[in-house]
């Protein structure tokens, strides 16, 4: 997450909300292919995509205002 953070010029994109989406689809139609319940693994995938959003925003928090001292 700290290199990713470092190449993202802003927090919306490190949130990424399409990218989410797109993974999300992914997940729950393998969720549905292999017999899982999808409502579970969309529930489980975004605490999990929200945990690394948090992590990745302080970081990038961290490194912008390192960035911003003369």
Do not use: C, W
Not at 23 to 47: C, D, F, H
């Amino acid at each position: 997450m700290q290199q990713a953070a470092r190449f993202k010029k802003t927090t919306d994109d490190v949130k990424a909300p399409q990218r989410v989406e797109q993974v999300i689809a992914k997940v729950m139609s393998l969720s549905r292919e292999l017999g899982a319940n999808p409502s579970v693994t969309e529930q489980v995938y975004r605490a999990m995509i929200s945990g690394f959003i948090n992590e990745e925003l302080a970081e990038h928090a961290a490194i912008s205002h390192a960035n911003a001292k003369p």
